[in-house]
C-alpha cells in the first residue's frame, strides 16, 4: 500500500490518543484539500527548502502494524489506528489484513472517509471498523459533479449501505464560496435527518490554510475560497441542532 505519513499522537483523528495512517490517493478533488500529496495514487516527488523528496513510500502489511504496535502502550482503552488520506477505502483489499490483525490485538480502528469509493470496498472492511468519520461536502448532484468530481448517486447509495450497519460521525466541511450557501446547508441538513438514527454526532470544519505549504512543494495553485465567518459557523450549528436534535461540534483545526 502506499502511505504518505504514519502520524504519531494525533487527537483529531478518533476517540483518545491514536496513530493515524495517511493513504495516498483520493477519487475526489475538492479545491479546499488541505492533503494535495495525497491527491494522487502514486509516487511524486516535491522541493522544499532547496531539497528534493517523494511524496508516498509503498508499505507492506508487517511494516504498517509493526509501525503502529509502537504506539500501544499509548492507546489506553480508547485510543488506537486511523486510516486516512487521501481515501483511504480506495485501498480497502489492502488495508484489510491490517484492521483484521488490529482487532485480534484488541486496538481500535477507525477511518475517515469521503464514501465516492465502490459499494463492495465498504462492505469489504466494515465488520472491522469500530469509527467511521464520514465527510458530507456539496449535496446538489450536478454541482458535486461539477466542483469535486464526485458522483452523489455513488455516495448516497453509501451512506444508505453505512447506515443498515454502523453508527457514524458525519463531518462538514464549511467552506466559503463552495458548501457554505444556504441551498447547501439546506441540503445537508436534510441528508442528515435522513440518517438521524445512525449519526453519532456532526462536525463542523472551518476552511483553513494549513495545507498551503504543501501546495507550495508540489508547485501547484493555492486553493481558492472565501473565509467564513465565526458567525456563518455558529448560524450552522445553530441551524442543523434544530432541524435533527444531534449533537453538533464546532471544530478548531
Same mark, same amino acid.
Given at each position: ?118 459499494? &463492495?470496498?465498504?462492505? @469489504?472492511?466494515? #465488520? ?5 468519520? !464520514?465527510?458530507?461536502?456539496? =449535496?446538489? +448532484?450536478? /454541482?458535486c459533479r461539477d466542483k469535486i468530481k464526485g458522483n ?24 466559503g464560496g463552495y458548501t457554505d450557501n444556504s441551498e447547501n446547508r439546506r441540503l445537508v441538513a ?23 505549504? &504543501?501546495?507550495?512543494? @508540489?508547485?501547484? #495553485? ?5 473565509? !467564513?465567518?465565526?458567525?456563518? =459557523?455558529? +448560524?450552522? /450549528? ?16
Amino acid at each position: 500500500m502506499i502511505i504518505t505519513n504514519i502520524q504519531r499522537f494525533s487527537l483529531h483523528d478518533g476517540p483518545g490518543i491514536r496513530t493515524t495512517v495517511f493513504m495516498k490517493g483520493c477519487s475526489l478533488r475538492c479545491p479546499w484539500c488541505s492533503n494535495p500529496e495525497n491527491l494522487n495514487s502514486f509516487q511524486e516527488y516535491y522541493i522544499k527548502d532547496g531539497q528534493k523528496g517523494i511524496y508516498g513510500k509503498d508499505y507492506t502489511v508487517a511494516e504498517v502494524f509493526n509501525e503502529v504496535m509502537k504506539d500501544k502502550n499509548f492507546y489506553d482503552c480508547n485510543g488506537g489506528v486511523t486510516f486516512s488520506g487521501g481515501e483511504a477505502l480506495l485501498q480497502a483489499e489492502k488495508i484489510l489484513p491490517l484492521l483484521q490483525k488490529f482487532k485480534d490485538e484488541g486496538i481500535t480502528t477507525a477511518i475517515e472517509t469521503c464514501l465516492f469509493v465502490p459499494t &463492495k470496498n465498504i462492505e @469489504l472492511v466494515v #465488520p472491522f471498523i469500530d469509527f467511521f468519520y !464520514v465527510d458530507m461536502k456539496i =449535496m446538489d +448532484k450536478k /454541482k458535486c459533479r461539477d466542483k469535486i468530481k464526485g458522483n452523489l448517486d455513488l455516495y448516497k447509495k453509501n451512506l444508505d449501505f453505512l447506515s443498515s450497519k454502523k453508527k457514524f460521525t458525519v463531518r462538514v466541511p464549511v467552506i466559503g464560496g463552495y458548501t457554505d450557501n444556504s441551498e447547501n446547508r439546506r441540503l445537508v441538513a436534510e441528508e442528515i435527518n435522513r440518517y438521524r438514527t445512525s449519526i453519532i454526532r456532526i462536525e463542523l470544519i472551518k476552511e483553513h490554510n494549513l495545507g498551503n505549504s &504543501k501546495y507550495k512543494t @508540489l508547485s501547484l #495553485p493555492l486553493p481558492q475560497y472565501v473565509d !467564513v465567518s465565526d458567525e456563518l =459557523m455558529k +448560524k450552522y /450549528k445553530e441551524e442543523l441542532e434544530c432541524v435533527v436534535g444531534i449533537p453538533v461540534e464546532v471544530c478548531k483545526i
